[in-house]
Nanobody, 114 residues
Framework: QVQLVESGGGSVQAGGSLRLSCAASGSIDNFSDMGWYRQAPGKQRESVAVIFSTGTTHLADSVKGRFTVSRDNAKNTMYLQMTSLKPEDTAVYYC????????WGQGTQVTVSS
């Protein structure tokens, strides 16, 4: 069974930075993809950044040039480095992984004030 635990959320002012972490437990060596999603109040959950098993990464257009996704295989941890944060980045950020089924973390709140 895979468990995902996010950390690193918080409140920052516009232009600030945060780094989110997603620690995975269980055997995830054969995952298909893992990534970060976010959901703002009243909006649908959207993909922010994805790492595929090939190592290829994909970032949403809205965060390109500001966010970076990476993974530490030894620690089974994925990171989302967020810089130049904007108020529209405010959302609950979820870590997710697909390994025969889709797994989700509990989410971490990111609030960016203007």
């Amino acid at each position: 069974q895979v468990q995902l635990v996010e950390s690193g959320g918080g409140s920052v002012q516009a232009g600030g930075s945060l780094r989110l972490s997603c620690a995975a437990s269980g055997s995830i060596d054969n995952f298909s993809d893992m990534g970060w999603y976010r959901q703002a109040p009243g909006k649908q959950r959207e993909s922010v950044a994805v790492i595929f098993s090939t190592g290829t990464t994909h970032l949403a257009d809205s965060v390109k040039g500001r966010f970076t996704v990476s993974r530490d295989n030894a620690k089974n941890t994925m990171y989302l480095q967020m810089t130049s944060l904007k108020p529209e980045d405010t959302a609950v950020y979820y870590c997710s992984l697909f390994l025969r089924a889709r797994y989700w973390g509990q989410g971490t709140q990111v609030t960016v004030s203007s």
